[in-house]
């Protein structure tokens, strides 16, 4: 079962808390590989870390969870690879989203999702349609996501608007820009976790986490349990956002 009654008890962390996080999940080849596995085993164990950090970001009270499980460079795999993916993400969302509805959760697919089978569309559409009315935890999967994607399709769409003179060139300016990009209407992301022990964010919402925190992890997916998500929020809490600003240490009171 995906998800237990912890989902029924929200539970409050000490502050300052993320209210949005965003997880590059990565390490589950590497994970396979060191146990003598196939690549996909490691998918398959990725899903049960899935289950909990799910489980973990509805219990502790975060308005959303974005998970990049499947960038647009990944298709460059080798093809079994790719079609196993695929098939889990088959899986997932015929076994998956009733408890995730049960819970009270809204579920959100970002990506170019054109690219799917149109079994997989059809998949998609009535997860979403089934969840879509839910106000707890929003739970995003970015599948055949891309940042760079993401903002040139709000560029043609603002381009479009420009063309049938809905908006002239001097209007467009970050917030427009921001209304058509991907989670637009969710909280901002505050946190970017990755596992598996690289430091790059790999195209993964580019716009979206301009002052996100970082926090890289050795630990491969499949091994990234409560405890090491509880770490990553501690180690949140312990730092100062300035969003560009000055903390109130670094300001001079005494200056004229």
């Given at each position: 079962?995906?998800?237990q009654?912890?989902?029924q008890?929200?539970?409050?962390?000490?502050?300052?808390?993320?209210?949005?996080?965003?997880?590059?999940?990565d390490?589950n080849?590497?994970?396979?590989?060191n146990?003598?596995k196939?690549?996909?085993?490691?998918?398959?164990?990725?899903?049960?870390s899935?289950?909990?950090?799910?489980?973990?970001?509805a219990?502790h009270?975060l308005?959303?969870?974005?998970?990049?499980?499947?960038s647009?460079?990944?298709w460059?795999?080798?093809?079994?690879?790719?079609?196993?993916?695929l098939?889990?993400f088959?899986?997932?969302?015929?076994?998956?989203?009733?408890?995730?509805?049960?819970n009270n959760?809204?579920?959100?697919?970002?990506?170019?999702t054109?690219?799917?089978?149109t079994?997989?569309?059809?998949?998609?559409t009535?997860?979403?349609?089934?969840t879509?009315?839910?106000?707890?935890?929003?739970?995003n999967i970015?599948?055949n996501?891309?940042g760079?994607?993401d903002?040139?399709q709000?560029?043609r769409?603002?381009?479009?608007?420009v063309?049938e003179?809905?908006?002239q060139?001097?209007?467009?300016?970050?917030?427009?820009?921001?209304?058509?990009?991907?989670?637009?209407t969710?909280?901002?992301?505050?946190?970017?976790?990755?596992?598996?022990?690289?430091?790059?964010?790999?195209?993964?919402?580019?716009w979206q986490?301009a002052y996100?925190?970082?926090?890289f992890?050795?630990?491969?997916?499949?091994d990234?349990?409560?405890?090491?998500?509880?770490?990553?929020?501690?180690?949140?809490?312990?730092?100062?956002?300035?969003f560009g600003?000055?903390s109130p240490?670094?300001?001079?009171v005494?200056?004229?």
């Amino acid at each position: 079962m995906l998800l237990q009654n912890a989902y029924q008890t929200a539970c409050s962390f000490p502050a300052p808390r993320p209210r949005h996080v965003a997880i590059i999940m990565d390490g589950n080849g590497r994970w396979a590989k060191n146990k003598c596995k196939m690549r996909v085993c490691g998918h398959k164990a990725g899903v049960k870390s899935v289950r909990r950090a799910v489980s973990f970001a509805a219990k502790h009270g975060l308005d959303a969870l974005t998970l990049y499980a499947f960038s647009s460079e990944n298709w460059r795999r080798p093809a079994t690879e790719v079609t196993a993916l695929l098939e889990l993400f088959v899986w997932a969302l015929r076994h998956e989203v009733k408890n995730l509805h049960e819970n009270n959760i809204c579920l959100h697919i970002i990506g170019d999702t054109s690219q799917f089978s149109t079994s997989l569309q059809d998949h998609i559409t009535r997860a979403e349609a089934l969840t879509a009315k839910n106000d707890g935890l929003k739970l995003n999967i970015a599948a055949n996501y891309g940042g760079r994607w993401d903002i040139i399709q709000s560029v043609r769409q603002l381009a479009r608007q420009v063309q049938e003179g809905l908006l002239q060139p001097e209007q467009l300016n970050e917030e427009l820009l921001n209304s058509c990009i991907c989670l637009n209407t969710q909280s901002p992301i505050d946190l970017v976790i990755r596992t598996g022990g690289n430091h790059r964010i790999s195209n993964f919402l580019l716009w979206q986490t301009a002052y996100a925190e970082l926090y890289f992890t050795d630990i491969l997916w499949p091994d990234f349990d409560e405890l090491a998500f509880e770490t990553a929020l501690e180690e949140f809490a312990r730092r100062e956002r300035r969003f560009g600003g000055l903390s109130p240490v670094d300001i001079d009171v005494t200056a004229s």
